[in-house]
């Protein structure tokens, strides 16, 4: 069946820093990929998706690109903010639409 | 934006007894909702798929007799925790389908004492 292998946190990082989550799926077929985050208290908020291969999702100074020869899809900031702590959660989807199937998902801190 | 309402955000209720956890679609219809369960520091796991006007399809290892899920109109979907137990306290999500992918709930933590 379907999986996702997210990188385990919890990931403490300092503001301005530069920040990688790795990302590993396993599918059947050519899934769509997704990042949510969730905020404390709140439900979860899609942050970027890809479709496709060699596509690359971006919001919010995130990025992640869909790389179907490494089945990964790791996301990316530049330099990050106090206000980008929150869980982040990898994912994917068989067709747009249907079901997701979740990583683990990764704590993140970002300490001023 | 689409927006889903999820109630109650928290809810502590007596071993043995029943919970209903509503979700709504603010301003658009969802035909399909899905619910997550999520242990702490595990991830989502996908309980159930429901869809309007038909039963809901389970995952593998949920008790749809325990869990039942209604989903009566385009805009709610109920999730009951019936004869709820301790192990049964967890952070329960949905998620609705919208027209660009899914849009979640707020999410309930239950708590069985």
Redesign the interface.
Known sequence: GDS?T?MEGPVTLSEEAFLTINCTYTATGYPSL?W?VQYP??????LL?ATKADDKGSNKGFEATYRKETTSFHLEKGSVQVSDSAVY?CALSES??E???????TRLTIIP | GAVVSQHPSRVICKSGTSVKIECRSLDFQATTMFWYRQFPKQSLMLMATSNEGSKATYEQGVEKDKFLINHASLTLSTLTVTSAHPEDSSFYICSARDRVGYTFGSGTRLTVV
């Open positions: 996702v997210q997704f949510y208290g709140e439900g979860l908020q899609l998706k959660f747009l639409g079901k997701l199937t979740f990583g683990t998902g």
